[in-house]
């Protein structure tokens, strides 16, 4: 008789090794003692297809090469834009200025003038100068002997003329015994007797005939003079153009010798010349308002135009100049970034001002925007900014497809105003746009915005990783260097900068990567530099002479505390028994399965109770996460696989009468992803061949129809929430969590968690397949199928296959029963 | 003499504007007081009374119908107007001053300016006559 008791099974997967849970740095491949001693890193780390892309877009100057630098937040696209502008723009040209003048010959046109750079505030300058001379000059011209005997010239040629004619008709009056009497308001006629006027009585007297002949004649000479006063506007008219003529003849050599100096100072510019010349028009049209007193001047001189465009109340402003772009004392080309790129930021607005009681505008008051000051250079823009402003992405597009800026206010554009406004001339735009946005945008516009593509060519996609390896740890260290500079942090050691790259590498989700995420990065530096200084102060010394890796870790660990209070709820609510959740013993049909959450950019992980109950049925797989809605579609469909890969590996040739139901418990929160269906698969198969699970392990994984164990996100952060939660029960030496052994590269565990292991205290096991961890869970062996097609005996899967097989036999007698009893009415049923 | 005030005629139009300024600065000179005189034309107000009183406006052109007391009321004005003028003149100076309308053909205001210095613009230049 063999008393020896069967060898325990020992599952083919071994625990890793602590070595293998974290990828550390090699002291060898970072020589330095602190990064005061490294040179700074001038190009952008890990990003040569972004850095690419940037100079191939910059550099190409035909249409539509616009820029948009894509990836998350913190990843320093804003900088590295920025400083590869920077280091171009300086030998780029200077853009010209420009400026808005006032448009003579169609006053709510107003004319853009182009002119060197600085060009803008000299001509501003020398118009006030010009007007200036104006005010001098043109009343000094008028205040002349010459001038003064030539008007009164005219104005008594007139006078002159009315008297004579007068004075011959009141000449012959008298020859006929009738005077021409002054009235106050004209003209009258009387007959006279003697040297004075008739009385009536007198007239009366007279014979009949010598009155009709005083009648007739005073009718005559009425009619005479009537005519002849009529014929006077008219004279008064030809002395008003003769005296124009002549102010404008003397006002003419007053404003040309002004501005002649000036229009021959400009005649490269025929653009500029041209308004000189039309400048010279208008004063010469306007001279009277030169000729008023100087404090009626100046009560008028500068106000603003009254209603639309009319400048009667404001003869001054309309030689004003509006210098809207000016690009004096720069080098190079612009970079302008807009942090609030709104329609009116972006294309310039129309400003109004309040005069009398209404808003009134001018050309004096037309601002320039992003567009203007960016001209000929580069504008960095925020996408998602850009297109939550109301039409601020149209009046972009608009402008870069026209290629040119036109002002114009969203009332018009929408053209839900009609009221008389400016219409300033449009300006030629020559710019390079980079839009900086999430992903999402970029391919959303890309989709959904058929101009997108035409404007946008260039996707400058930044990278949120990059392979980790001795010379990227030392260019790692460079860059954490550079910013340590920069942001005038104390230098970190060699330490200090190790503990970083791991931290950061296990922020990448995976040990061969290290992420790049600046904003992130800049913030533990500075973190880190706040708990050495923190540190050296209750030391009692002045400032920490360098940063060590407790002092990273002190900052990584305070980062951690200030943000778990949920994940210490949660585990709270374990410890008490309210959440329910072993970590010791078995049980059937019961597995910990691990989910990550994610609040605020704070990951972590949670074991959550997963069971599975089955019986004889119709071969449905229920789902109640999925039943009830709170399962998502990557989390049903990671479900529907599990039935696909029990009718194909067990009892293929049969039916599959399989009820079974799956639930997360107490989860009353949404599910979301796939990384649970290895653990689901596991209760499944333990709930069918009745086998208990090992309640010390907790199972991350998704599984495919042929069992195969695949990759998921988020390893580090379950392990350690499972471990978080067998360290506060106290650590078994049982307790391990199952892993996809394509995720073995992606550990980067805490400290504690490689202590534990290294201890023996826990274990983490990479397993392949279904069969693997099933092994590891039960401690049975999964069994393979022999060449009778048969599991062996007393395996997992031959208690599997059993089960579904005596379901199925079931399944076919219940079947031919139902057969038999149509066939024979009456007859006895047959039961299963 | 000097005592006895300047009478100056103050109708509208030049002549009487530059009278008036050249009396201002004798009557200052002299210290004495100055009175201005506007004449009413007798003359118009007989017109007005008569059948061919129609006026033809200097600007209309038109001739309308006069009445004297229509006649009378535009000479009244006239005086209003010129004894303003005046006052305005005399405004800002020391000089004493008074006004006074005289009929063309009122006998005794002709007769009371014989007390006074009377102003006038002779052929050979302004001239005080009674002097």
Redesign the interface.
């Known amino acids: 008789m063999d008393l020896t008791l069967p060898p325990a099974f020992v599952p083919a997967v071994r625990a890793l090794s602590a070595e293998a849970l974290c990828r550390r740095c090699d002291p060898a491949d970072l020589p330095f003692e602190t990064t005061e001693t490294l040179e700074d890193l001038p190009d952008l780390l890990g990003q040569a297809r972004a850095a690419e892309a940037i100079e191939f877009g910059i550099g190409i100057r035909s249409e539509g090469y616009n820029l948009f630098a894509m990836g998350p937040e913190g990843l320093g696209r804003r900088t590295a834009v920025r400083r590869y502008l920077e280091r171009l723009a300086p030998a780029q040209a200077v853009p010209p200025d420009w400026c808005y003048v006032f448009n003579f010959q169609t006053p709510h046109k107003p004319r853009a003038l182009r002119l060197p750079p600085s060009g803008g505030a000299r001509l501003k300058r020398e118009m006030e100068h010009l007007v200036e001379e104006f005010r001098v000059s043109i009343p000094a011209a008028f205040d002349t002997d010459e001038y003064r005997r030539r008007r009164q010239e005219i104005e008594a040629e007139v006078t002159d003329r009315q008297d004579d004619a007068i004075g011959d008709i009141g000449q012959r009056a008298h020859g006929q015994g009738i ?1 021409l ?1 002054r ?9 006279v007797q003697g040297e ?5 009585e007198a ?1 009366r007297k007279l014979p009949a005939e010598e009155q009709r002949r005083i ?1 007739s004649g ?1 009718d005559a000479l ?1 009619e005479e ?3 002849l ?2 014929a ?1 506007p008219g004279w008064r008219r030809e002395a008003q153009k003769k005296l124009r003529e002549l102010n404008r003849e003397v006002a003419r050599a007053a404003v040309d010798s002004a501005i002649n100096d000036l229009r021959v100072a400009y005649r490269s510019q025929p653009e500029v010349d041209q308004y000189l010349g039309e400048v010279q028009e208008d004063v010469l049209e306007r001279t009277e308002f030169f000729l008023q007193k100087e404090s009626e001047q100046a009560a008028a001189a500068f106000a603003p135009p009254q209603g639309g465009g009319d400048f009667e109340d404001s003869p001054l402003r309309r030689y004003q100049v509006n210098v809207v772009m000016e690009h004096a004392e720069e080098a190079g080309a612009p970079i302008i970034y807009e942090d609030n790129p709104t329609h009116g930021n972006l294309i310039g607005r129309i400003e109004h001002m309040s005069f009398m009681g209404t808003l009134v505008t001018d050309f004096t008051l037309i601002k320039a925007g992003a567009l203007h000051r960016a001209n000929g250079g580069y504008l960095i823009l925020d996408a998602w900014k850009m297109l939550t402003e109301p039409y601020a992405w149209e009046a972009l597009k608009r402008a870069l497809r026209s290629r040119e800026i036109r002002i114009e206010s969203l009332g018009q554009s929408l053209s839900l105003v009609s009221t008389v406004s400016l219409e300033p001339e449009p300006i030629p735009l020559d710019l390079k746009i980079v839009l900086i946005g999430p992903r999402m945008v970029y391919y959303l516009l890309h989709a959904y915005d058929p101009e997108f593509s035409e404007l946008f060519k260039v996707a400058v996609d930044f990278e949120e990783e990059m392979d980790r390896s001795p010379e990227s740890d030392l260019l790692f260290a460079r860059l954490v260097a550079t910013l340590a500079r920069r942001e005038k942090l104390a230098p970190f050691d060699r330490g200090a900068v190790m503990r970083v790259i791991e931290h950061w590498s296990r922020n990448a989700g995976d040990a061969d990567k290290l992420s790049i995420q600046m904003r992130g990065l800049l913030d533990l530096l500075r973190e880190a530099d706040f708990c050495a200084r923190r540190t050296a102060r209750a030391g009692s010394h002045d400032a920490p002479k360098r940063i060590g890796p407790d002092d990273v870790q002190a900052a990584i660990d305070a980062a951690e505390r200030r943000a778990s209070r949920v994940r210490e709820k949660l585990q709270e609510e374990v410890e008490r028994g309210r959440l329910l959740l072993d970590t010791s013993g078995e049980r059937v049909g019961q597995v910990n399965g691990l989910s990550v959450m994610q609040l605020a950019g704070y990951s972590f992980g949670h074991p959550t109770r997963i069971t599975a109950r089955v019986r004889f049925g119709g071969g449905h797989l229920i789902d109640i996460e999925r039943e009830v809605a709170l399962g998502g579609p990557i989390h049903s469909k990671g479900v529907l696989i599990l039935s696909g890969y029990l009718s194909g590996r067990y009892a293929p040739n049969r039916p599959f009468p399989l009820s079974a139901s799956l639930v997360f418990e107490q989860s009353y929160g949404g599910v979301e992803g796939d990384s649970a269906s290895s653990a689901e698969l596991y209760a499944l198969l333990s709930a069918i061949g009745q086998v208990p699970l090992k309640q010390s392990l907790a199972v991350t994984g998704s599984v495919n129809q042929h069992g195969d164990v695949q990759a998921i996100g988020g390893v580090n952060e379950k392990i350690e929430g499972f471990f978080a939660l067998c360290k506060a029960r106290g650590l078994t030496g049982q307790q391990g969590v199952l892993i996809p052994a394509s995720n073995v590269g992606n550990l980067m565990l805490k400290r504690e968690v490689i202590e534990a292991v290294s201890q023996g205290l826990f274990h983490i096991y990479p397993v392949a397949t279904v069969d693997e961890g099933m092994e590891i869970l039960t401690g049975l062996p999964a069994g393979q199928r022999n060449a009778a097609g048969h599991f062996p005996p007393e395996t997992i899967n031959a208690r599997v296959e059993q089960r579904l097989v005596d379901y199925a036999e079931r399944s076919i007698a219940l079947t031919a029963g139902k057969v038999l009893k149509r066939r024979a009415p009456g007859g006895p049923a047959i039961t299963p | 003499m000097t005592s006895r005030r300047i009478a100056v005629r103050v109708n509208d139009g030049d002549e009487a504007r530059e009278a008036l300024g050249v009396a201002i600065r004798l009557a200052q000179a002299r210290g004495t007081e100055i009175v201005g005189i506007f004449v009413e034309d007798v003359r118009l107000l007989r017109w007005a009374a008569s059948p061919f009183a129609r006026e033809i406006g200097t600007v209309t052109a038109q001739p309308r119908p006069r009445d004297p007391a229509a006649m009378q009321r535009a000479l009244r004005l006239l005086a209003e107007e010129a004894r303003e003028t005046f006052a305005r003149r005399l405004a800002g100076t020391s000089v004493q001053w008074s006004f006074r309308v005289v009929s063309g053909g009122d006998p005794e205001a002709l007769e009371a300016l014989e007390t006074e210095l009377l102003f006038v613009k002779t052929p050979a230049g302004w001239r005080l006559i009674g002097d």
């Open positions: 005077a009497l009235t106050p308001a004209g003209f009258g006629f009387a007959p004075e006027v008739m009385e009536p007239f009648e005073i009425q003079l009537r005519t006063l009529q006077v």
